[in-house]
Nanobody, 123 residues
């Protein structure tokens, strides 16, 4: 069974940090572009960060300088390090995989999705 599983979410105070993990099973992430998306209540899903199979990465303006995406193909896992968290970062975070070397920004271009992990930033 091909699946992605996110972990690492939780409750954190403003200014705190979390590291999300996206682990693949049933297939290898090598050769896939990976995206992190998030969806807050009442809002549309938005892209947060993307990484290509050659480790090129881009970020949404709202998280630039605070979040960092990385991949460890040996562990078949992609990470999203989130620092200086703000209440507006509160959302369910999803990872997704798209076959091919180039990162994609449209959710419609992704082949596999995880179930999501909740991130809540609150004092």
């Amino acid at each position: 069974q091909l699946q992605l599983v996110e972990s690492g979410g939780g409750l954190v105070q403003p200014g705190g940090s979390l590291r999300l993990s996206c682990a693949a099973s049933g297939f290898t992430l090598d050769g896939y572009a990976i995206g992190w998306f998030r969806q807050a209540p009442g809002k549309e899903r938005e892209g947060v960060s993307y990484i290509s199979s050659s480790d090129g990465s881009i970020y949404a303006d709202s998280v630039k300088g605070r979040f960092a995406i990385s991949r460890d193909n040996a562990k078949n896992t992609v990470y999203l390090q989130m620092n200086s968290l703000k209440p507006e970062d509160t959302a369910v975070y999803y990872c997704a995989a798209a076959w091919g070397p180039v990162y994609r920004t449209s959710p419609d271009e992704y082949d596999y999705w995880g179930q999501g992990t909740q991130v809540t930033v609150s004092s």
